[in-house]
């Protein structure tokens, strides 16, 4: 239904005159023409008037007062401006509309900002404690040798190597942080290559040979038959990648547990997945694994060894591949992480590319 001021003058008009003519009809004396004029001049001089009053003091202030909340709401959250006011249509509920727009929007604004705001004291705090631990354990064994340790050999040595330890645990740390801001910021660019996956996953098993070894942990590849996996990708990145969920699924998993990086080939895309068969992640710490410092079971996580933001980092260059990585965990069940990267189609590689295929539909 229409509501310009028009046609809100017109309706009142028609009314005041009805009434108006309605009352002097009882009046004695009063003919039809008379009645005719009367109406006729309180239905223009309403009109006008009432047109006036509603254009001109009503709907040309609400006007104004929408594009102000229009222009701050284009300003605040730099959205496509829209058509001005419809004049035709209902300013105040057209009003109303911007106003809870923008406000719902503010909200949200304000509500990212508190939670941006604990997330960076929380950052804070972890990367005190972070650096504390080293930097107050390094500092412990040098203030030692200097209080007079030092004439010790034996003592001496065990002291250096363990501020050695300390410091070079720091170096890790202060590089991951700088990975991850860079990766944050852009800085860092994906150089997008054919990379065999496959390949690249043997080596790691080879340079984790020795972890694996001592938790009795055995590394597998499925399927068996594979002989290359070529997929488009960053060599490096995704080395550390690869390097990150792997040591992990090492270091969590049981002791003589398995560790199954699988391989799984789609039209497009080569489905990577990382699987232990350890006591699983509870659920309520599903959502947060990616978030810097966060840790499970802190004190094993210490026990463990490393910095908390490996797999911030994982999920930071997996999305600058352009996908997204999944995990999927059951208490004592295992946990298995999952991407996708793009494959490379080369003659040299269909052979092995029917296998993946034929495996896949298996």
């Not at 004439?151 to 645990?169: C, I, M, P, T, W």
């Not at 009795?216 to 996996?229: G, Q, S």
């Not at 004190?299 to 930071?316: D, F, M, N, P, Y």
Request: charged share 30%; net charge positive.
């Amino acid at each position: 239904m229409s509501l310009s001021p028009r046609f809100i003058a017109l309706i009142l008009a028609f009314l005041i005159s009805l009434i108006t003519t309605t009352f002097l009809a009882f009046v004695e004396g009063v003919d039809r023409s008379m009645l005719f004029v009367a109406a006729i001049a309180c239905f223009v001089s309403s009109f006008f008037l009432v047109l006036y009053t509603i254009d001109i003091i009503v709907f040309r202030e609400v006007n104004k007062m929408y594009r102000t909340i229009h222009k701050l709401k284009m300003k605040d959250f730099n959205m496509v401006p829209r058509k001005r006011l419809i004049r035709e249509s209902n300013p105040l509920k057209t009003l109303n509309d911007e106003i809870f727009v923008y406000v719902t929007k503010k909200q949200k604004e304000i509500d990212e900002l508190k939670k941006l705001e604990l997330f960076r004291r929380e950052f804070l705090a972890d990367v005190s404690h972070e650096f504390k631990t080293p930097i107050f354990a390094a500092q412990g064994f040098i203030h030692t040798l200097l209080d007079g340790a030092m004439e010790d050999e034996n003592v001496r040595e065990r002291f250096l190597r363990k501020a050695a330890r300390n410091l070079d645990s720091l170096d890790v740390l202060v590089k991951d942080l700088l990975v991850l801001s860079q990766m944050e910021t852009g800085d860092i660019k994906m150089n997008i290559e054919p990379v065999d996956i496959l390949q690249l996953s043997l080596n790691i098993f080879g340079r984790l040979e020795n972890i694996a070894e001592d938790r009795n942990v055995t590394l597998k590849v499925k399927p068996d038959d594979l002989k290359e996996v070529w997929v488009k990708a960053d060599q490096d990145r995704i080395q550390q990648v690869m390097l990150n969920l792997i040591e992990n699924a090492i270091k969590y998993g049981n002791d003589g547990g398995k560790v199954i990086v699988h391989f799984n080939s789609g039209k497009k895309y080569i489905e990577i997945s990382v699987r232990d068969n350890g006591p699983g992640i509870p659920p309520e710490h599903l959502t947060r694994i990616f978030e810097r410092f966060y840790r499970v079971d802190k004190s094993r996580s210490k026990e463990r060894g490393g910095t908390g933001l490996g797999l911030a980092i994982v999920k930071h260059i997996i999305n600058a591949h352009g996908t997204k990585i999944a995990v999927m965990s059951k208490p004592d069940k295992g946990t298995t992480f999952t991407f996708k990267l793009e494959k490379v189609f080369q003659g040299a590689h269909s052979e092995n590319e029917e296998s993946l295929t034929s495996q896949a539909s298996l």
